[in-house]
């Protein structure tokens, strides 16, 4: 904690309380950038994407609470000149400049400073919008270095005198790439590129437009002329949209052309198919789209021998790339919403392909909203807790303490809402107003009493409190949620586990632990590591691979549940699995990957979901796992200390012959080749241990392979950009 | 509480958990009105009006956090139709329309709606301004008997089967007076009426208009033309406006008129004097105004034999009616911004003024903001208090228990954050981020410590939590409270009571008491009823007729320590003090009552305030309490019961020969005159005691007049409007 003193004009004597900002205080990062209070950008872009879903042309907003920016933020910066300067000010909203206390004249859009110490304040009211700036002179330049606040406690009295009682709480500003004064973030648009259909055939009362593959975007009509109704009906499937009926979306529109006119309508949707009946009068040459999609490197990659599984990780990408917006969104055609339990395996997918932080950071942001907390995140139990554990996840993979250090706050808030609703027992279980989720499972799942899913995601909450509050250096809060996670953790086995069953229970009522298994806490508890390693093979075989318990039918829950099979070595499983499951969607004509997929289902059955013939979404972030399972399992490449620091890579082909494939990392890709004879690895920062079989001695010309014992071995791995090389005998 | 069931469509089951509504869920106040969450428009139109300080041309907003209305908002209504019915839809925001579960096509303007029951509901999105709608139909109409929520709890699985364990909380609507759909309530304005200068010349390098009196508005010039720049400066005095470098608010426009054109300036301002420079080469004829009010109807009236009296009354009027604006403000020249221990002076003369209850929830509301609650209202720790007990007093005078059902909630949260701020004695002190105000005094009040004034307020707002967590059903809550303010009320004397100076002691530091004494508690003390007889006394003589104790040098505690006197039955010293203290004002030419009043300060000394040369405001809410003394106390009429259901009448004439006023009641005027001879009075509505004293026995062919011994009297006054007079022997 640095305590600074601003004087303001003679009126105002604020204590700035400067949290977590040890640099130097008139440091800048040397380039301008639009600027705003953390996490009001993420709210109220949300807002907008929100409110955007349709379903068969009425306006389908959330239902649960939506939030708002602060509307009235201050912004400051200390500046210290050798020589006078002029910056341009730019600002997204009403707004006052204050130079070293003085309020000037009107709105500045120039201002020269003189040589000294200054002390630079922007106070920007704006209700629509966010309140945002830009400044931008020689050496001054808004960006992270400047500090904002929503209220100053600040005041003086009747002689003009000041209080001295003040404490303002300052954080540091947040911004995005909105990196020049045209560039105004309350105008950002995703990118667009305008796409061909692949055909266009007259069908029923009019045509029916194939683009191809799943896609997302603006339908634009060539040459349109006429007077009448046209109306557009979309699918993902050419039965959705030659289903005027039950199609999910739809739009109409008047056209009173007289002369031809290219239209594009105002409204991207998602579809591959648009059905398109018009009056006789109206007509057009063809219909084409625009592509609207955030632009992203594809920093990951994986090729193996396997050309379905290419093509599982090609469909796995495109379907990120389809559902990576805004916001990591559930799926393109309905909800278009942001989602916690879906939301933290696109995070997780995030890493080993686009390791695009800002999409990370806005889709927490906006799942968290503001306090104060009314209900869980989505109103879903579960979805809260995931909330918490994607904290950490971000932490691991990025090593971006700024940031644990600007949600902690909020992380507390919502765990104090958690341990508000816990029972005498210390556990959490549905209260009037709480969706326990799991899974969609047909109304298989008791979601009464005591879940032990839901009190696994609670301990590794807990378990994540506490260390964020370290980072935070809270330790006080530190001890408090340590305490709650040891006594949750130390309560798990003991009142969910039946040693007959060799398994977790599904829950307890009323002190009861039920007869019933599933699938979801004993992955999860192998996954977390709550369970010693003779019970992790006793879940193997109990649950896992037992075939009596209920089956898994999202891609969504499947995901665990091979991330599972994988932290217990059954690759062959697992690669058997990925192909037959996601295989079997391709198999059935998918080009980006499901909400759900029951291979027993037939013909249009497919299509079904929530009990409407095309309710189900054929673009799922949840169906593109295979990405996070290639890199982490197969390439077996992921962070040990935060941000790659440390990385380890434990590579398995898993009963291919070769894989080829990269992983982001914050600095640079980790890149690895495998065949049952030799593994090249190249790393740019950091570095790590390369553990891998060998059925005789491996060789390196690259560093020492130390043996392990039982055939395995490992190296140590210098992130210097080369490539070594290691000889060994796979399997 | 009433549970009801919502079926919506086949996918929500959502259980409406209905707060305070016991009514005929399908009843309507027959008229059609613009309704919204309750609070929020408050909140909205706060930030517009808040916003629009200036000071010296650059823009002011206030330091505190401003809030947001809810963005997006579910409005429901349950309606049972004998014959088919067209309705009209009129909403601020995007929306759709739900009738019966099922989502209609696109944004629907005209609706028919069939025979039978139904479930409507409207959903409203907006960013910009508040979520509103109006809807009108023969039977059918948006009122207060229609529901909101900011947030559905409800949510399907995957066959569509509703979940059971929802719990939406909804609300009320709210309304004020926009009753057709084209008075939309983002487009609301104060009324404007043109206004001529009384004098217009030639002063220094420009022109000098005085507008006669303090006025609000927007300056007008007639048959502008030319081209350059027009510098306007406004002052409250003639030495403001004519001071270009000093004066507080400025504005500066560039013509480019080549034919002559009027124009008014965008942005109301507070003044009485304009002074006009501009270029040679701009010309125009003459400079008027637009007025800008809120219409109100002046209810409450008093006239006496002494013109000065009645010239305090008119002024104080005439400064209620400036500062009772989108809300109670405190001054119209500086803040215009809402302060909570002016506004509570404002709510009770506005009791005796226009009794315009709408203005007083607004400006509740406005004060209260949103949760979290993350500092005192104002930042100022007695503000927060004043805000509680204000809302007994809106109880009191008014009866609305459905407003008081409504705040509780954020009664609950406020007080929530003063308990969590308690020392290990119970008490508040001012902690780091607490404004301790009281009053302006320069310098002379220490701040430090327990002062008995903040813990005789938050005793206050303690017994306040008691009567409306009784309101509002909440016996735990009503116990808690009552526990806190009994074991704060012992305190009060056994800590503060010094035997000796037979007072209470301004604070306590370190468990010391000082040996300071003030004014404040001690009048509070008498005020609350919070001493016994023999001690009030004693304070009168010790205190406040003891002119060795610092003097009070605002109308603002000057409201208190008169209301005090009052209550002691001090009338020669009120009377001589209102005619001293206004009647000052009055004779240096006051047209509006000020923020501060020193009659021992010389000519521009009167104007100084916060360092600055015209930083005084010269038309201030809290200088009107004339108006409250004169009625509550010389006319002597207050509620007994919650909205004037009993009321009680104690006249005194105070030194006066006669009076003749009115007092505003929820349910017409109770009206009074009085002389030395003859009382008479008429009610409309409610019934209640007439008391006072006579020197021989008074007669009334209109009632029983009752002895109470000493020379008192009492008669009981039936609200029959009808006038009773009572013949008696006054002082």
């Known amino acids: 904690m640095t305590k600074l003193f601003l004087f303001i004009q003679k009126t105002l004597l604020p204590i700035l309380i400067l949290i977590f900002f040890s640099q130097n205080i008139y440091a800048s990062n040397g380039k301008a950038t ?12 949300g807002n907008e994407m929100s409110n955007r879903r ?9 239902f649960w609470k939506m939030d708002s920016h602060y509307v009235l933020v201050e912004f400051s910066k200390k500046i210290k000149l050798t020589a006078p300067e002029e910056i341009s000010i730019f600002v997204e909203g009403q707004y006052n400049v204050k130079l070293n206390g003085k309020l000037l004249f009107g709105t500045p859009e120039k201002l020269t400073l003189p040589v000294g110490e200054h002390d630079l304040n ?26 904002v606040t929503f209220e100053d406690k600040e005041w003086i009295d009747e002689s003009g005198k000041a209080s001295d009682l003040s404490a303002t709480t300052y954080l540091s500003a947040a911004s995005w790439d909105f990196d020049t004064p045209e560039a105004r973030p309350s105008e ?46 979309y699918g993902e499937s050419e039965e959705e949209a030659l289903s005027t009926e039950y199609c999910e979306t739809l739009d109409k529109y008047s056209v009173n052309n007289s002369i031809a006119e290219d239209y594009t309508l105002p409204n991207s949707k998602a579809y591959r198919y648009i059905y398109i009946e018009s009056d006789a009068e109206v007509k057009f040459d063809k219909v084409s789209m625009l592509y609207e999609y955030l632009p992203l490197d594809y920093r990951g990659g994986f090729r193996c021998n396997d050309n379905e599984i290419n093509q ?13 917006r805004e916001f990591f969104i559930d799926g393109i055609k309905r909800d278009r919403w942001v989602w916690s339990g879906d939301a933290i395996q696109s995070y997780l997918m995030n890493y080993y392909l686009f390791f695009d932080s800002h999409s990370v950071k806005r889709t927490i942001n906006l799942l968290r909203g503001k306090d104060p907390v009314t209900s869980h995140v989505n109103t879903i139990m579960d979805y809260t807790f995931y909330w918490f554990l994607s904290i950490y996840d971000y932490y691991l993979f990025t090593g971006d303490i700024h940031y644990i250090k600007e949600i ?42 005591e879940l032990s899913f839901e009190q696994i995601l609670f301990c590794k909450s807990l378990q994540t409190m506490v260390i964020c509050a370290d980072i935070a250096g809270n330790s006080d809060e530190k001890t408090k949620y340590e305490k709650l996670a040891n006594s949750l953790l130390s309560k798990l086995e003991s009142q969910f586990w039946n040693a007959e069953k060799q398994a977790f229970v599904h829950n307890r009522k009323n002190g009861e632990m039920s007869e019933s298994i599933t699938r979801y806490s004993n992955m999860f508890a192998i996954l977390f590591d709550y369970v010693d390693e003779n019970k992790k093979q006793a879940i193997k075989n109990s649950v896992l691979l037992n075939d009596n318990i209920l089956k898994i039918t999202t891609p969504y829950m499947r995901f665990y549940e091979l991330e599972a099979l994988c932290a217990l070595g059954e690759f062959a499983s697992v690669t058997k699995e990925i192909k037959e499951y996601w295989g079997g969607m391709l198999k059935l004509g998918a080009t980006s990957f499901w909400e759900k997929y029951n291979p027993d289902d037939k013909g249009t059955d497919h299509l079904k979901m929530y009990g409407r013939p095309f309710g189900k979404s054929l673009c799922h972030a949840w169906g593109a796992s295979p990405i996070y399972l290639l890199g982490k399992y197969y390439l077996g490449i992921k962070p040990v200390k935060p941000g790659y620091e440390e990385f380890s890579v434990s590579p398995t082909l898993g009963g291919l012959e070769w894989m080829d494939g990269s992983v982001p990392t914050p600095a640079g890709d980790i890149s ?18 390369i553990t891998f079989e060998s059925k005789k001695k491996p060789q390196s010309a690259n560093g020492n392979i130390e043996s392990l014992g039982n055939n395995k071995y490992r190296m140590l791995i210098i992130g210097d950009g080369t490539e070594k090389v290691i000889k060994y005998q796979g399997k």
Not at 54 to 62: H, K, L, M, S
Not at 672 to 689: F, Q, T, V
């Open 34 to 45: 639009w600027i705003w209070y953390p996490g009001d950008y993420d709210i109220w872009l």
């Open 54 to 62: 349709t379903e068969r042309g009425a306006f389908f907003p959330p």
């Open 122 to 147: 922007i106070k920007v009211y704006n209700q629509k919008n966010v309140p945002a700036i830009f400044v931008s002179g020689k050496t001054i330049f808004s960006d992270s270095s400047w500090l």
């Open 188 to 233: 950002f648009k995703l990118a667009q590129t305008p796409m061909e259909a692949v055909s266009s055939v007259k069908k029923n009362n009019g045509i029916l437009v194939d683009f191809g593959k799943e896609t997302f975007g603006f339908v634009k009509f060539h040459k349109l002329k006429g007077k009448g109704e046209i109306n557009i009906f």
């Open 312 to 324: 599982i990780w090609d469909v796995s990408a495109y379907t990120m790339h389809l559902t990576s």
């Open 408 to 449: 902690y706050p909020k992380m507390v808030s919502l765990m104090d809402f958690v341990l508000n609703r816990t029972n005498s027992n210390g556990m959490v279980e549905g209260l009037s107003g709480d969706w326990v989720f799991v899974d969609w499972a047909d109304g298989f799942l008791d979601k009464q009493g």
């Open 672 to 689: 690895l080749y495998m065949n049952k004879k030799e593994i090249k690895i190249k790393a740019h920062n950091g570095s790590g241990w």
